[in-house]
């Protein structure tokens, strides 16, 4: 009996503490929108959307909060929104390029369209023209809305050019002809970080950009075009070419160092967009460091104000939980978006005025200027076009062939392989 | 002591434990096996294709060679770590004094965080700025040999295998210290009167009286090598290529990275039997040793009471 007793007790032991674990219950007038983002915690959009929010949640009587899940280390990120979308519980909003798995969710229905919603809202027009083209599948739909707008440029060391007699490349030819004397003299041309890959995908990238515009790679991407065509291997070709001008062991070099080689002054150049603003200004202002855009080909489609320009991951709203209120918050964003943002020392995709209390860097107001003079067409990045199998293999090889480790045949066979299972034959 | 020997109690306690076990483990396996049926990119509804993602598998030149990688890495780190350990372990039974405090450093790295390891490697790897390696290697003359350790095709597999092999030796070090320590000190004082030296003691004593520590040390080290998943994603994500690709890290990445969840599982389902059957063989492996022990033991306590036996006949 007592030892019944005993087994009772465990039980409603264990009971007891299953349903203390269970937490607070929460107040069923409030609501709670999930963000699963991205945004590294402390930067810039982060904190805009926080005061947004925070504001937003003051106005609604606190019956209204915003609940940010982070995880800014991209890949991780991808997986558990993968892991949550697979398991059928994606959140309220979402962070996603305008890719093929984003295009798998529209086609399955799970998107917001944000194209009609700016349109039918009457938002459309305030954004830059190039900052929502960025985010338009091939077809012109729009799901995901952008929070950012950037150019990306090839920093230089201003010593180190004059040193060597080196003047501003203009052509991909003199460009490679700058690298190759930096290398002579003992110089590390240009640092790259191989680790996050996309770096050096943007090197693949650039020859085909100027011979089609993204024609080119829209089109392998849907397997009407070979990778083993003029334009593709012309693309690999010049990504060994350059490669030879990395830093050594470039496969291996994080972001962090890559970027610290070049503020070092131990590489001459290192590519990156305008969001590291912060990190250049000083040597910037110091004379120390200067930038210039993607070259030219005597033969280019486009022009030399035509580069990558992009709007970074954008934000995309679930379908099934996108209701009244979370529409008002969306506007909300918009309206006030621009103005907090921009007081930030950022580049908004949302065209606003520079606030007149703000003291803007020399350097800021040269890119602002830059954005504004961009051409129509810009460098979309490869992987916002490649199906995930195929982008793996071209990022995971491009680093042979940059190392000089795979021939341009193989690669180029590799991918024309990959895109003829994954996306011919599907 | 009444309660244990009533089998509801055996049961209620082992219920928790035994739960946790079956939806933690044996659930994801079991649903890992279905997936592995399976077409499914996380979005789609599932497709059932039969046999055809291991179909697949076979004719996957990747999957060929994360397998032969993955050989490769267990080699080095089952090597390094059993080998070092046992030898750190047999060293440290002739340490006197501050025993403890040596066993306690050398299992430090047991308890360091992986990241921060693989950033340690990294380092120590690094070209530019000249690493730890790179530069011992140029200071003892050995220039030439310096390299870009996790970019280089011939370097990179063993480089990433190292750091694995290198964290865990204290522990193993810890397990033969302890099977050492505890052995009947008699035993091998006898063999000493008999003029052993100290080499044939340890390998015709002590090791073989600690087999099945052996047993246990080489399951777990096998086994943790097999899931080696960790240090070689973080090193270089299976790159440069698929030079350091071992199938833990191309599951990983057909499935989470690629949206391939039946054709990442089928590879899942490979690995668990690559693993079943590696420890299989390794338990033959050990009885087999054991079968012929006895045998030739055998065969020796008979020849000596032989000649045990002639002498006395011979006396007589």
């Given amino acids: 009996m007592i030892r019944k007793v005993g087994v ?70 991808l997986q558990k929104l993968k892991t949550l979308v697979a398991g059928n519980n994606m959140p309220d909003i979402i962070d996603t390029d305008p890719d093929l798995y984003a295009k798998e969710l529209v086609k399955a229905g799970k998107l917001v369209d944000m194209k009609k919603f700016l349109q039918k809202n009457d938002y459309y027009q305030n954004f830059y023209p190039t900052a929502l083209k960025y985010q338009e599948f091939s077809d012109g739909s729009m799901y995901t809305l952008p929070l950012e707008y950037h150019v990306e440029m090839i920093w ?9 007699g080196i003047s501003v490349p203009k ?58 065509s003029q334009t593709g291997v012309d693309s690999v070709k010049f990504v060994k070419e350059i490669g030879q001008y990395f830093n050594e062991g470039f496969s291996a070099t994080d972001y962090a160092t890559a970027q610290s080689m070049f503020l070092d002054g131990k590489s001459a150049m290192y590519y990156i967009g305008d969001w590291e603003i912060g990190a250049m200004q000083e040597k910037y202002d110091a004379g120390e460091i200067d930038y210039f855009y993607m070259p030219t080909t005597k033969d280019s489609v486009t022009a030399a104000n035509e580069f990558c320009v992009n709007s970074g991951i954008g934000m995309a709203f679930n379908a099934e939980t996108f209701d009244e209120k979370t529409k008002d918050f969306l506007l909300y964003v918009l309206d006030h978006y621009a103005d907090i943002y921009t007081k930030k020392m950022q580049m908004s995709p949302i065209k606003t005025e520079l606030p007149k209390d703000v003291d803007y860097s020399s350097l800021y107001l040269r890119i602002r200027k830059d954005m504004d003079n961009t051409g129509e067409q810009f460098m979309k990045p490869w992987d916002t076009y490649l199906d995930s199998s195929t982008n793996t293999i071209v990022q995971d090889n491009l680093l042979l062939v940059g190392s000089g480790d795979m021939k341009i045949q193989d690669f180029v066979k590799m991918i024309d392989d990959s895109i003829k299972v994954n996306v011919t034959d599907q | 002591m009444g309660v244990l020997r009533d089998k509801k109690a055996f049961f209620v306690f082992l219920m928790p434990g035994l739960l946790f076990y079956l939806l933690s483990v044996f659930y994801p396996i079991t649903e890992s096996l279905r997936l592995s049926f399976i077409k499914w990119n996380g979005i789609t ?29 267990l080699v080095i780190v089952v090597i390094i770590q059993l080998s070092i350990g046992l030898l750190f372990a047999v060293l440290l039974t002739y340490l006197k004094k501050r025993a403890n405090l040596v066993k306690t450093l050398y299992y430090v790295p047991c308890i ?12 120590i790897y690094s070209t530019q700025p000249e690493g730890l390696l790179n530069q011992m290697l140029s200071a003892v003359g050995l220039g030439g040999l310096t390299t870009s350790w996790l970019t280089n095709l011939n370097t990179v597999l063993g480089a990433v295998s190292i750091p694995e092999g290198w964290r865990f030796i204290g522990m193993y070090m810890v397990i033969f210290y302890a099977a050492l320590v505890s052995l009947d000190e008699s035993v091998y004082e006898a063999a000493k009167i008999d003029g052993a030296t100290e080499l044939q003691i340890l390998f015709k004593i002590k090791i073989p009286m600690i087999k099945d520590i052996l047993l246990l040390t080489f399951t777990m080290c096998l086994t943790g090598a097999l899931r080696g998943f960790d240090i070689p994603y973080l090193l270089t994500n299976g ?38 059957l590696i420890i299989f063989i390794l338990r033959k492996i050990f009885e087999n040793y054991d079968v012929k022990a006895q045998k030739k033991a055998a065969k020796q306590a008979l020849a000596l009471s032989k000649r045990k036996n002639n002498k006395e006949g011979r006396v007589a």
């Fill in chain 2, 112 to 123: 360091v965080t992986t990241v921060a390891i693989a950033q340690l490697f990294r380092s």
């Fill in chain 1, 8 to 77: 009772l007790v465990s039980l409603l032991g264990v009971l007891f503490m299953v349903t203390a674990c269970g937490g607070e219950k929460e107040d069923a007038s409030t609501t709670t929108v999930k963000w699963l983002t991205s945004r590294p915690v402390g930067g810039a959009i982060d904190e805009t959307m926080r005061e947004i929010a925070d504001q937003y949640s003051k106005e609604k009587g606190g019956k209204w909060k915003i609940d940010f899940e982070t995880t800014a280390d991209r890949p991780s990120y």
């Fill in chain 1, 171 to 228: 052509t991909f030819d003199q460009w490679l002809a700058a690298c190759k004397k930096l290398k002579e003299a003992g110089v590390t041309p240009i640092s790259v970080d191989g680790i996050d890959r996309w770096p050096v995908q943007r090197y693949l990238a650039m020859p085909a950009f100027r011979q089609t515009g993204n024609q080119f790679i829209e089109n392998l991407s849907q397997g009407k075009e070979k990778m083993s």
């Fill in chain 2, 45 to 73: 509804p599932q497709q059932f294709v039969g046999l055809d993602n291991y179909k697949r598998l076979f004719q996957d030149p990747v999957f060929y060679k994360a397998l032969i990688n993955n050989l490769i890495y």
């Fill in chain 1, 156 to 164: 230089y060391n201003k010593k180190l050019f004059s040193q060597h």
């Fill in chain 2, 239 to 276: 790159g440069p290529g698929n030079a350091s690709e071992l199938m833990s890290t191309y599951m990983y990445k057909q499935a989470f990275t690629n949206n391939q969840y039946g054709y990442g599982s089928a590879l899942a389902v490979f690995i668990i039997i690559e693993s079943v």
